[in-house]
């Protein structure tokens, strides 16, 4: 089964161009009988794939669209490479080990005891890294039910409605009650919510570092301080972790202070996507535990390694070790320096597109991109067009700016959301306001009212 419909007939063909040279048609949805020329074949999709966005005008999505010409040449020398095969390829290895050590030191991971290594790996996102961190949460939550000869058979797991979906997954395929708090006043969870939601078979909260909804930052120090007060006030002791998919890498650079990691003893895990803030392309994420106690022995494999056996910890056997590698290359390239500038960049460009915004009139900012370089609007009052309206006009243009109703609590409220990354410029950013403008007056002189006056 194709999990992803179209309408089209199954006898359906592409056609070449009007210079055939010699390869005609091929079926859309049948495996072609021949063997076509190579030159032809990549033509074909060329052609076909100049129909999606263009990268650079996708302000919908939080991952990496640019990357520097000498990490394409890592990633195109590397692109043979399997992260499984630690035997074949120890240096691979070896480079995934030192980005989880680095982000254990960014993210204020206690120093391991006995010499040892921070406990992390990497996967192929935050959703993969959602799935990993859960089930430490779920097994470790199991265990200390089973020691205590509690019942260990209905685990939830404390989160907002603003969750990025890999939770609700996580908890459907890993039968776990999600435990959704709705939004109240604010556009994330806080820390009363978190806390009042919480019962014996709370298995964890998830903290967002950076809602996907909005760019917000949730209040994970108060969110363990109010379990801290739980815990003192009735023995239940819940972990935290911290969905930093992107707040993961902007944060360290440019909210120093924020207390939002490994700094906070209830913080057991973090996850982070090495290809949104992390600055790689599609196809790396990261999660890190505070300490060995924090994953569970038995969730781990080993693989053989050099006459050793090498520990893993993934859903996936097999997945490319040519992005761990450009991860690295970002992390000695950049540095701390390079990333703070490159962070701070993309949120000064989210603060002036939020300000443009704000002055054109009809929008209220729901945020203005000092957390994560995202804001979202909203129409200050209904008016004759919506914001799905407006995301379809500026469609016109090029830009590509997803509109969609917040999560339960606020879903009354439908709002457009812009997300800045590396490569977006100032210029671009005033050429989105003037187009946005154009929009918005387009859309005007459609009111009713309007449209008879101009007969
Ligand atoms: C993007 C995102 C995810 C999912 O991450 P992938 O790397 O796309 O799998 C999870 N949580 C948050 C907060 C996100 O922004």
Known sequence: MSLHKHHTRPDETIEDSAFD??????????????IQD????MRFIQNELMLD?????????FVTTWMEPQAQVLIR??????IIDKDEYPQSAEIERRCVNI???LWNAPEPTGGGDAVGCSTTGSSEAAMLAGMALKWRWRARREAAGLDATRPNLVMGANVQVCWEKFARYWDVEARMVKLDGATHLTAEQAAAACDENTIGVVAVLGSTFDGSYEPVAEIAAALDALQAGTGLDVPVHVDAASGGFIAPFLDEHLLWDFRLDRVKSINASG???????PGVGWVLWRGAEDLPADLIFSVDYLGGSMPTFALNFSRPAAQVIAQYYTLVRYGFEGYRRIQQRSRDIAGTIAEGVGAMGPFTLLSRGDELPVLAFK???PDAWTVYDLSHELRGFGWIVPAYPMPEGMADIDVLRVVVRNGFTFDLAAMFLADLGKCVQRLSGWQPDKVAFHH
């Open 53 to 61: 966005g263009n990268a650079r005008q996708n302000l919908a999505t």
């Open 38 to 41: 190579a030159d032809a074949a």
């Open 77 to 82: 020398e590397s692109l043979e490479k399997n």
């Open 21 to 34: 040279d010699g390869v005609g048609s091929i079926p859309r949805h049948k495996l072609p009988v021949g």
């Open 103 to 105: 982000l254990a030191n």
């Open 275 to 281: 290809h949104k803030y992390g600055l790689v392309y």
């Open 379 to 381: 129409l200050t009052t």
